[in-house]
T-cell receptor
Framework: EAAVTQSPRNKVAVTGGKVTLSCNQT?????MYWYRQDTGHGLRLIHY???????EKGDIPDGYKASRPSQENFSLILELATPSQTSVYFC?????????FGPGTRLTVL | GQQVQQSPASLVLQEGENAELQCNFS?????MQWFYQRPGGSLVSLFY???GTKQSGRLTSTTVIKERRSSLHISSSQTTDSGTYLC????????????FGKGTSLTVIP
């Protein structure tokens, strides 16, 4: 009964296409985060949210949008995917300074 | 610049040896967290350690907030300890956001 789940786990997209990555958490945490992990860069924050209806820009938001329709769900949207967005994406939920991560989504943009 | 510096970048140990991993922060922080990641895997929280020393089995984490540093000590290493160890700092911005280090890659050989 994983507390943070992501879908899809793997995705191949074409340049210019729209991609939506989904995240669901059962921790009842107010805070949720989207990161990407790349060799040489580590984990970088894309967008985050403090609760349903809120989204905030992280350190590298360009080319990404986020949506938090409910406490449990947080989506990352690539309206026009580019090859530079090929990466592993992690969602996390958190409270009180702690974070809990999902299993990750491997996205390849051709 | 890099807000979180981890050292060493990589480490090879003989099974049974001890390891000391370091994390240094360039700015003030509220708290920090240590994670473990297998290749291709997600992040598993090891310690949420705002300050002081915490121990779990063979792992000990020590954080000194005023000196902006944290360490992770692994005693009597095992081959199953191999993987990447990441530290993350909670930024002192009034928001629960995090910077991550690039990680220490640990290989334990039998």
């Amino acid at each position: 009964e994983a507390a943070v789940t992501q879908s899809p786990r793997n995705k191949v997209a074409v340049t210019g296409g729209k991609v939506t990555l989904s995240c669901n958490q059962t921790n009842n945490h107010n805070n949720m985060y989207w990161y990407r992990q790349d060799t040489g860069h580590g984990l970088r924050l894309i967008h985050y949210s403090y609760g349903a209806g809120s989204t905030e820009k992280g350190d590298i938001p360009d080319g990404y949008k986020a949506s938090r329709p409910s406490q449990e769900n947080f989506s990352l949207i690539l309206e026009l995917a580019t090859p530079s967005q090929t990466s592993v994406y992690f969602c996390a939920s958190g409270e009180g300074g702690e974070q809990y991560f999902g299993p990750g989504t491997r996205l390849t943009v051709l | 610049g890099q807000q979180v510096q981890q050292s060493p970048a990589s480490l090879v140990l003989q099974e049974g040896e001890n390891a000391e991993l370091q994390c240094n922060f360039s700015t003030s922080l509220n708290s920090m967290q240590w994670f473990y990641q297998r290749p291709g895997g997600s992040l598993v929280s090891l310690f949420y350690n705002p300050s002081g020393t915490k121990q779990s089995g063979r792992l000990t984490s020590t954080t000194v907030i005023k000196e902006r540093r944290s360490s992770l000590h692994i005693s009597s290493s095992q081959t199953t300890d191999s993987g990447t160890y990441l530290c993350a700092m909670e930024r002192d911005t009034g928001y629960q956001n995090f910077y991550f280090g690039k990680g220490t890659s640990l290989t334990v050989i039998p």
